[in-house]
């Protein structure tokens, strides 16, 4: 298995402001964009393609990955004019999955959850679909008997325990063929059919490492405040930039909490910034005070504001 594919055209709406000229897979982590988390996580399962779908601002994949690669993996983007959700939009890259087992990953999570466990574990059960599940979290809506995904959502009534969806499935190339070709459709429907007639979609729970669903801007800033410290990746390689080497911050400046500038970012004298993130080319004037405030890409945030997105 060589082939994965990242589901990147969402639209962001929970995130309103900060996605109007971005897509929400791009959002940055510490200058890191929140996409390139899959990527990693999907590379340390052994996948050497990666499909993404694209769709808001889709122009903005090609200036940050202008060379179609990343750390050495071959990355395809393609285009959606029209939203096709997920059922849709992975049978619409039909073309570029190879006809072999592939792993679809929502591009919108942030999870150091092994790939590479789930896929193992669809090797050896024999499933169609095996979903990457959780025992905690919210919402949990998948119930699980014996390995097979038996219920989502209550829809059929099934009681016992549940579990939530991470966003990450391994799949079968005879899923394929389960899809309607150019129809807008979700997984799910086609998943209760499954259930309902007795296919193979099974689940595994993977409790280890940390799952997020930066579906909020507070989930966002609460995303930074717990990787300010700790290891995220299995193998300990530091990531975070926490001020960009070509940010500049002013000796007279006070930075508290955690605070993120990217490349560009300028913060100007007298300026209190605290639990903060700002993007590439952002500015705070001089005397300042930011509190929970996010700046984006050549915005300016002058005065005093807590919890306002510029």
Known sequence: MVRAFVLGAGLGTRLKRLTERMPKPLIPIYGKPLITFAFDQLMGAGIEEIVVNTHHCHEAYGAVFPEGFYRGARLVFEHEPVLLETAGGIKNVEGDLGGETFVVYNGDVLTNVSVAKAVAHHKASGNEVTMVLRSHGEPLHVALDGGRVVDIAGRLGVAGPRYLFT?????????????????????????????????????????EGQWWDLGTREKYLEVHRELATGDFFADGREWRMPVAATAQVSPDAVLGGFVSAGAGAVIEGGAQVTDCILWDGARVLADSVLNRCIVTSGRTAAGQHAGVDF
């Open 167 to 207: 966003g990450i499935y391994v799949v079968e190339p005879a899923f394929l063929r389960r899809i309607p070709p150019r129809t807008k459709i979700s997984v799910i429907p086609l998943f209760m059919e499954m259930i309902k007639e007795g296919a193979r979609l099974g689940g595994v729970v993977l409790d």
